[in-house]
């Protein structure tokens, strides 16, 4: 098959964008093919990417940098990332080797040879570790590529008793790199869906990893004037820039960072693992009393959900800072590739016959098919809630959250009183969240009772979202999403259709505080509260600190 990249009219065939052409643009590489990241494997454009056989790494073991470059000689520069960054590895003058990417890369992975390896310490620290790969152009421009590694913790360099998990299979779900990701591509009989099927081992599209100050968020800012269409600056941004076309949807750089940086500069002492550390590596919540993840959280597995839910009865402490909890995925060979066949699943699922792995079936937690709600684990369900403050969802919504039950423990030293907002400012409502189906008595919202959702979930602080844009008629007006994925969530739900899409049609973004067994969680179902900590809010910085201090407290 022949890939058709999208073509620029009156370009030569060395330009990328009509911006690109401007004489010492420099710094950053350029995509491909703004739909997805794909190398341009001309030697005329100098160009490096590599990918690493897994995600994480224990200190002691080596890292092993498959890669493939048009250019003669490249560089490696490796650095743990945080509140203050720390070198840790550099080598230059690298020899360069091309190899061919398939153009099913995405699926089967790039099969390119090993071209740099590091060893790393044994008292090496756990966290992120960014890799920036580098090579020049003919015309003196340099060609930048983004990567990461995690280095795990392990008995002698564990620091703390909180856990940072990453949310990498949101990152996957996202990643383009290669032709597809799972919600658009050249996967399928016409080249032009997103793949069911993606691997780990290819590198990450252009954004999700680093991206300069002033990146543009998916949500809206300022609040849209009376009539005036719907915007989507991630878009516009990233189009302009040469970005990733879902760099603003998920990654390191939009939002696990603003965590990892605001609690090292608070002090506070975290290890970081990924998702699938959590999947095949269970135990390692043993040594920890709080486990957090933040930002763009929506896709977990089985064995993810079941270890968290073991965790908190046993009396942990689960801090979840993000929101979207919707889809369930699986890995397979070893977590080097992501299953995840969403509306596909009930027709295409491999598993969904098998009576012995139905319940791992690939579509939303709460559908018939897998009936699984997702407050079950975080006290709240991405069906529930789903989009705010952008586009045709709600712009012109509150984008902080009402409080309804402030003598709760989460906004103690806050002074919030019943029926305050907070968050507003710094805008941490959005763009996905998460929340249940409420009911109001004398004032003060409660969850209706539903199978799957817990007795002891108090509703803490919410605002309203919705399922759907609301489209106004206009000329040339384009909307980003419409009502799919409503229609879509609605034909998975054990409901009829009608039925199941009025049910989630409006929804709510919510705050809420869930005992289980001995443990406890705290949930802000937002995956924008992460600005709240970057943009210094009062209120969001003390209720983090809340949930830290009470679940790290001997």
Not at 32 to 44: G, K, L, T, V
Not at 106 to 117: E, I, K, T
């Amino acid at each position: 098959m022949s890939r058709q990249p999208f073509k620029f009219p009156e370009i030569g065939p060395h330009a990328v964008r009509p911006w690109a052409v401007r004489k010492g643009y420099a710094d950053e590489h350029f995509l491909s093919d703004y739909r997805f990241q794909f190398p341009r494997e001309d030697p005329d454009l100098a160009e490096v990417f590599v990918y690493t056989g897994r995600m994480s790494y224990d200190p002691g073991e080596t890292v092993e940098f498959h890669g493939s470059t048009t250019a003669d000689e490249w560089s490696i520069q490796i650095y743990r990332d945080g509140f203050r960054p720390e070198m840790v590895h550099e080598a230059f003058g690298l020899p360069g080797s091309f190899t061919k990417t398939s153009e099913t890369a995405y699926m089967d992975g790039c099969d390119w040879p090993v071209l740099h390896r590091w060893e790393i310490p044994r008292d090496q620290r756990s966290g992120f570790y960014r890799v920036v790969s580098t090579c020049m152009r003919k015309d003196g421009e340099r060609f930048v590529q983004h990567h990461f590694v995690v280095v795990r913790p392990t008995a002698q360099t564990r620091k703390g008793k909180i856990l940072f998990m990453l949310a990498t299979g949101t990152w996957t779900a996202y990643n383009d790199w290669g032709g597809a990701n799972h919600y658009f591509g050249t996967w399928g009989p016409n080249k032009n869906e997103g793949s069911p099927i993606l691997s780990l081992q290819r590198p990450w599209t252009r954004g999700m990893i680093w991206l300069p100050k002033g990146a543009a968020r998916i949500t809206v800012a300022p609040l849209p004037d009376m009539n005036d269409a719907p915007r989507f600056p991630s878009k516009e941004w990233g189009y302009s820039g040469g970005w990733g076309q879902y760099y603003a949807a998920a990654g390191w750089a939009q939002f696990d960072r603003h965590f990892a940086v605001w609690a090292e500069r608070e002090g506070y002492d975290f290890d970081i693992i990924t998702q699938t550390d959590l999947h095949y590596r269970p135990e390692i919540l043993d040594d920890y009393s709080c486990l957090v993840t933040v930002g763009h959280d929506e896709y977990w597995s089985w064995d993810m959900r079941k270890a968290v839910e073991d965790f908190v009865e046993r009396g942990g402490g689960f801090s979840r800072f993000g929101g979207n909890f919707l889809w369930q995925i699986r890995l397979e060979d070893d977590g080097r590739q992501q299953h995840c066949w969403k509306f596909k699943a009930p027709a295409m699922d491999p598993v969904r016959d098998d009576p012995e792995r139905k319940h791992l079936l690939t579509a939303s937690w709460e559908s018939g098919g897998v009936n699984w709600p997702g407050a079950s684990t975080v006290g709240v369900n991405g069906c529930h809630g789903m989009y705010g403050s952008w586009g045709g969802f709600a712009p012109r919504g509150s984008r902080g959250f009402t409080v309804y039950r402030p003598e709760h423990w989460a906004f103690a030293g806050t002074d919030l009183r019943y029926a305050d907002v907070f968050g507003a400012e710094a805008g941490i409502f959005g763009y996905e969240v998460d929340g249940l189906d409420y009911t109001f008595k004398q004032g003060l919202p409660y969850p209706v009772e539903a199978p799957g959702v817990p007795d002891e979930i108090d509703i803490l602080a919410m605002s309203p979202a919705v399922l759907f844009e609301y489209e106004h008629e206009g000329e040339g007006v384009r909307y980003y999403v419409r009502d799919s994925d409503l229609n879509g969530l609605a034909e998975l739900a054990a409901d009829e259709t009608p039925v199941a899409r009025r049910k989630f049609q409006y929804g709510s973004g919510m705050v809420v505080g869930m005992k289980r067994g001995k443990g406890e969680v705290l949930t802000a179902g937002s995956c924008e509260w992460i600005m709240g900590l970057t943009r210094s809010d009062a209120f969001t910085e003390q209720i983090t600190r809340n949930a830290l201090d009470r679940f790290t407290a001997d």
